[in-house]
C-alpha cells in the first residue's frame, strides 16, 4: 500500500463524520405498518452489543501485548475469536448457515489484519503496517460486498467507508496505547464505540427493510 493510501486510515475525524452523516439518510428504516417495535429494538440492541463487544476484546489484546501480558492475551484473543462466531452466527436466520461461515472467514480476516497491525507496530516495523493495512483494505472491501450482495439496503461504498474508519480507530488505538498516551486513546475509545453503533445499526435496519415479515406484531 502506497503511503497516500496508508494515510486515509488515519484520517478518522473525516472518516468518521461522513459515515456518521451518510449512515442515517442511507439506511434508516421506517418500520412498516404492523411493525413490532420492540423486537425491531431488540435486534438493534443485540447487535450493539456484538460489535462492541468486538472492540473491546480487542482492545483487551492490544493492552496485554503491549505489557507482554501472555495470560491476559490469550483470554481476550479467545474472546475476540468467541465473539466473530456470535457475530456471523447473528445473520444465521436470515440468510443461512451457509452465509454465516462465509462472514465468519470474513471477520477472521479482519482480525488477523488488525493483529498484525498491532506485532508490526510493537517491532516497529513500517513494512509490516502496510501489509497489514493492505490486507484490511482488501478485507473490508470483501465484507462490504459480501453485506451488500446479501442486503440491498447496505450499499457496498457506503459500507466500505464505514469498514475503513472501522479500521482507522483500530490504528489509532494501537499506536496510542503502544506509546502509552491514554488520554488521546480514551477519546478514540468513545470515538470507536459510537461508530460501532452506526455499523450494528445499519444491518440492524437494513435487516427490518429486507425483511419486514420477521418484524411483524403477532396476531
Known amino acids: ?6 494515510t486515509a486510515f488515519f484520517v478518522i475525524p473525516i472518516l468518521v463524520l461522513t459515515s456518521l452523516a451518510l449512515a442515517p439518510a442511507t439506511f ?5 405498518p404492523g411493525a413490532d417495535r420492540a423486537s425491531i429494538s431488540e435486534t438493534k ?3 450493539r452489543d ?3 463487544e468486538h472492540v473491546f476484546w480487542i482492545r483487551n489484546y492490544v493492552l496485554a501485548n503491549s505489557t507482554h501480558d501472555e495470560a491476559q492475551r490469550k483470554v481476550a484473543e479467545a474472546e475476540v475469536l468467541a465473539n466473530a462466531k456470535a457475530l456471523s452466527e447473528s445473520i444465521a436466520p436470515f440468510y443461512g448457515q451457509a452465509a454465516s461461515d462465509s462472514l465468519l472467514k470474513l ?3 479482519h482480525w488477523t489484519a488488525v493483529r498484525d497491525y498491532d506485532t508490526a507496530t510493537l517491532a516497529k516495523s513500517k513494512t509490516g503496517q502496510d501489509k497489514a493495512a493492505a490486507n484490511a483494505t482488501s478485507n473490508a472491501r470483501d465484507i462490504a460486498k459480501f453485506l451488500s450482495g446479501a442486503n440491498p439496503h447496505l450499499p457496498e ?5 464505514l469498514l475503513a474508519a ?3 480507530h483500530h490504528v489509532a488505538q ?3 496505547i503502544t506509546a502509552r498516551d491514554f488520554q488521546d486513546e480514551a477519546a478514540t475509545w468513545r470515538a470507536m464505540r459510537l461508530h460501532m453503533f452506526v455499523i450494528s445499526d445499519a444491518i440492524a435496519d437494513a435487516l427490518v427493510k429486507q425483511f419486514p415479515q420477521r418484524f411483524q406484531q403477532q396476531a
Open 1 to 6: 500500500m502506497s503511503s497516500n493510501k496508508l
Open 28 to 32: 434508516a428504516a421506517t418500520p412498516a
Open 45 to 47: 440492541m443485540a447487535l
Open 50 to 52: 456484538l460489535w462492541v
Open 107 to 109: 471477520l477472521a480476516g
Open 157 to 161: 461504498d457506503t459500507v466500505f467507508t
Open 166 to 168: 472501522h479500521f482507522g
Open 174 to 176: 494501537i499506536t496510542q
